[in-house]
């Protein structure tokens, strides 16, 4: 069935306000065709991409990358090898799964994984990302977000920008329910929601990040079962 006219209108103009969205959220320093795709920073030292790629190596070492974290079981190849050793680059590979099926989905236990990998500054500066950076990424980053004090609105946003034009119910459900005070003690020791990013909403509340101004520590993440190249 074709689709209308204005149908197909609206959604390409959705799509241009998204690609502009993205790249504004990666910082006047990237260029965007170096990197791998869905690529943007989520704050200063912490970025999300799709599966990366042998093409954006060289774009991704300017970052001095000290981890990555993967979310999809999808293999390394040796070149990827290659690229961690020659970097030095810690890899760890935390398994999250996608949100398709009202049954399946990844406790949160398992999310917060990921987030006390990316909660630790030691680790900085650090990517996460799954194949296409869309939607596990998406998930991961929004509950990042919902740590940081984000309104919902905002972060359901931030999704849309890399999910649309497949933007899943499910997700969002996901993001919702997420429960960020799960890692509230955490994120008052790193001080996250002081972190800025190209993206940073105007409705970050300034009583919270008030509250973090004066918080100090070292965080050491309780990281259970994962993987580390």
């Known amino acids: ?41 989520i704050v200063k030292g912490v970025y999300r991409s799709a599966f990366p790629q042998p093409w954006s190596f060289s774009a991704l070492k300017k970052l001095g990358l000290r981890t990555i974290v993967t979310l999809v079981d999808e293999p390394y190849t040796p070149e990827h090898m290659s690229f961690l050793k020659e970097i030095g680059i810690v890899h760890i590979r935390i398994l999250v799964e996608p949100n398709k099926d009202p ?7 398992v999310i917060c994984q990921v987030l006390e990998v990316l909660l630790n500054k030691a680790n900085h500066p650090v990517l996460v990302h799954c194949n296409k950076g869309k939607h596990r990424t998406g998930c991961v980053v929004a509950c990042f977000r919902k740590i940081q004090g984000w309104r919902i609105e905002d972060v359901l946003a931030e999704y849309q920008t890399y999910s649309f034009p497949k ?44 509250d973090q101004a004066s918080s100090s520590g070292r965080l050491l993440p309780s990281l259970g079962k994962i993987y580390v190249t």
């Open 1 to 41: 069935m074709t689709s209308p006219l204005t149908a197909q209108s609206s959604n390409s103009s959705l799509q241009s306000v998204y690609v502009r969205r993205r790249e504004s959220s990666m910082g006047n320093e990237f260029m965007p065709s170096e990197y791998p795709e869905n690529f943007g920073e």
């Open 103 to 109: 049954a399946v989905k990844s406790p949160d236990y």
């Open 167 to 210: 933007s899943r119910p499910l997700d969002q459900k996901f993001i919702m329910a997420f429960d960020a005070s799960q890692l509230s003690s955490l994120a008052q020791v790193s001080g996250v929601q002081m972190w800025q990013s190209a993206s940073q909403p105007k409705a970050l509340s300034e009583e919270n990040a008030k």
